[in-house]
């Protein structure tokens, strides 16, 4: 399948056009709840059924690189889409913000303390960064494994008087009839821009003409061998 070509399509991008947190896994939602039938989000002509609402939790580095746990509510499960994004508007109205000023790519509580870091990885901003799916306690064991190495690294760096490590690199509800201009369909293309308008049919900004253009061809594809 596409989505396996895709780096990305177990981690946890953030979207600062989002208007809701939406995932992929079922295996990473808790709480999980039927949705009313009919709820979907367009893909360029295409409607990709929203199959549930609920709970997801991902594992951030913190400003010392130990693992810091964020708990993300009324989450869409689409298990047609790429990957899994957050949305930066609905954290902001949790009192979080991105700090992107030079040198800096992380989110930040209300107070200016260190919540996560923002990870710059195939020209996406990556919250989680999984190359496979991992249970959560596995992860937070990679992660801490990862600060002690790293702290032994720095240590020896300064008994030897050489400069340590560089400092580590710089996401509303869903509803019926939601559009997705683009594709967000199994496509190793990228992330997907939601913007909500203020309409009954609310519109999301997504990828590429070029990158609906590959899944037409997909898909053609596939109806071809069927």
């Known amino acids: ?35 009313p039938i009919g709820d979907f989000l367009w893909s360029g002509t295409t409607q990709v059924p929203i199959d549930g ?4 939790r991902i594992i951030l580095k913190s400003g010392d690189g130990s693992p810091t746990y964020l708990t993300l509510y009324n989450v ?7 990957t899994n994004l957050v949305s930066f508007s609905k954290l902001r109205k949790r009192g979080y913000w991105w700090d992107t000023k030079p040198g ?16 710059e990885i195939n020209g996406q901003q990556v919250l989680e960064y999984r190359t496979s799916y991992e249970p959560a306690a596995t992860l937070r064991a990679a992660l801490i494994a990862e600060k002690t190495a790293e702290g032994r690294l720095l240590n020896l760096a300064q008994r030897l008087g ?9 996401l509303t509800t869903a509803s019926r009839g939601v559009r997705i201009k683009g594709t967000l369909l199994k496509d190793p ?29 997909e898909q053609g594809r596939e109806t071809a061998s069927q």
């Open 189 to 217: 293309g990228g992330l997907l821009r939601l913007t909500a308008t203020p309409v009954a049919q609310r519109k999301l900004t997504g990828l590429s003409a070029e990158h609906h253009e590959k899944l037409q061809q």
């Open 1 to 35: 399948m596409i989505a396996e070509e895709y780096p990305l399509q177990e981690s946890v991008l953030l979207d600062s056009g989002a208007t809701l947190h939406i995932f992929r896994d079922t295996k990473r939602m808790k709480s999980l709840r039927a949705a």
């Open 162 to 170: 050489h400069p340590g490590p560089e400092v580590l690199r710089y």
């Open 76 to 82: 869409a499960l689409c298990t047609a889409l790429t």
């Open 104 to 119: 800096n790519n992380c989110l930040r509580r209300a107070d200016g303390s260190y919540l996560g870091e923002v990870e």
């Open 53 to 56: 609402y609920g709970e997801a």
